[in-house]
């Protein structure tokens, strides 16, 4: 089934435009899957502005659709500002409407409905910087909207609902054939590699692609592949990870993929990884009430050439309940639940020098462990703090999470990065009221 995204085209409190998407996510309910998108929080647009949570928000979602419709309204003859808005964000160096499935509908108080509006908006999405895949023809021309809705919000004119109906089926072969998968993509549909006759020789043994494949598959951690670019390239685990993923986000920045305010320390990570100051930056944090361990690993050819990174995520909440039970014969609740706080000592693996890990006890607040004082020195061979494995130690700001930076070395000193989803709850908003506050009648 295709997954759509539909963007109400104006931040009015009361709106039919809106009031039409809800109809259409009920009425198509088993011909598509209809995500509501509003754009109410949005920012105002500027070349200097700074990307916020909402804005990426909005990328991410329609970035993962199949296809986007967008409701619109008609203020003045033309579309909304705060929908203009909403293009400027899509379009300024970035490729999110690029080949994407576009449908117009509106919907107005007028007899004219919002026809030059909706003339207005295919314009705009088929201009070069959207360059969207707008369905041509079927108009959804939706006027006096006080009258064609009843009080649960049905649309009740008949010659609308019909035409609504063969538009909207029209849209979905449309988004359906620009989707159409090559073999190698149905392939990857059905959980086979493309050539799964091929054999690939290890040093340690051979397997077919297909044992790789779903040996990946079944792994108890997520894995994500960044590449040398640092282009996101690869991820297990499709449907059900810690911090989900979809096929949609492969070959873009990895930077894309979080949030802004988790994104600079993502890459800081990468850096300090690509550039030797680290082999492997740990992290750890509490999502959901769940513990979860985040390991990036530098990932490197036989002449030690940087070739990407390698992000491994587990859920840990089965491996420290097995501890409390006394697993390993040591004293039972030594690791507290439900957060990541408590004392760690040598019993817990945690103050193990030979893991480099930090032997303090972990920050409650931040889930980052604190480097005991005793394991400071640094391995003059290697410029970071752990001896055996070069992989820098120390622990995290309190307040923010950051890793900061050795003043000799040059090192990544706590290797942990804020969590994305807690960076995103804490965005603030600057609501931007470009419209009204209830559609205009024209």
């Not at 690993?297 to 491994?312: M, P």
Request: net charge negative; proline share 3%; aromatic share 8%.
């Amino acid at each position: 089934m295709l997954k759509l995204a539909a963007v109400v085209g104006t931040n009015a409190h009361l709106s039919y435009n809106r009031k039409l998407l809800y109809f259409m996510k009920h009425h198509f309910r088993y011909a598509a899957q209809l995500e509501i998108v509003e754009i109410k929080n949005l920012p105002a647009f500027a070349i200097d502005a700074e990307e916020n949570t909402e804005v990426w928000q909005l990328k991410q979602k329609l970035q993962a659709a199949d296809g986007v419709v967008f409701s619109t309204p008609e203020y003045d003859h033309a579309i909304p500002s705060a929908l203009k808005n909403v293009i400027e964000w899509l379009t300024y160096h970035c490729s999110v409407l690029d080949h994407k499935p576009a449908m117009v509908v509106g919907v107005s108080y007028g007899k004219q409905a919002s026809s030059r509006a909706q003339v207005q908006m295919r314009q705009t999405l088929m201009a070069p910087d959207c360059n969207a895949c707008v369905l041509p023809g079927n108009e959804v021309l939706i006027g006096n909207a006080m009258k064609v809705f009843d009080s649960q919000g049905r649309l009740t004119d008949t010659d609308d609902l019909a035409n609504l109906e063969k538009c909207f089926m029209e849209f979905v072969d449309y988004a359906t054939m620009i989707k159409k998968r090559t073999k190698e993509d149905l392939a990857m549909a059905s959980k086979k590699p493309f050539v799964d006759t091929a054999y690939v020789n290890f040093p340690t043994g051979r397997m077919s692609l297909t044992e790789v494949q779903q040996m990946l598959e079944v792994m108890p951690f997520d894995l994500n592949f960044v590449d040398a670019e640092d282009t996101f390239v690869w991820y297990n685990h499709e449907g059900h990870q810690v911090n989900a993923r979809n096929v949609n986000q492969l070959n873009h920045p990895v930077s894309d993929c979080h949030p802004p305010m988790a994104r600079e320390k993502a890459m800081q990570v990468i850096d300090s990884l690509r550039e030797g100051k680290a082999d492997y930056v740990p992290r750890a944090f509490v999502k959901n009430g769940h513990k979860i361990y985040n390991l990036y690993v530098a990932v490197q050819d036989v002449d030690g050439h940087y070739l990407g990174t390698l992000e491994i995520t587990q859920n840990v909440d089965s491996i420290i309940d097995l501890y409390n039970r006394g697993t390993w014969g040591q004293p039972t609740g030594m690791i507290s639940s439900p957060s990541l706080g408590g004392s760690a000592d040598a019993a817990t693996g945690a103050s193990d020098s030979s893991t480099g890990a930090s032997e303090g006890g972990a920050d409650s607040s931040t889930g980052a462990s604190e480097e005991n004082s005793d394991n400071a020195a640094d391995d003059a061979a290697t410029g970071a703090s752990d001896s055996s494995t070069g992989a820098s130690e120390t622990g995290t700001d309190g307040d923010t999470g950051a890793s900061e930076s050795d003043g000799d070395t040059g090192a990544s000193e706590g290797g942990y990065v804020a969590d994305d989803d807690e960076a995103a709850a804490d965005d603030a908003q600057d609501d931007a009221q470009l419209d009204s506050d209830s559609d205009h009648q024209d």
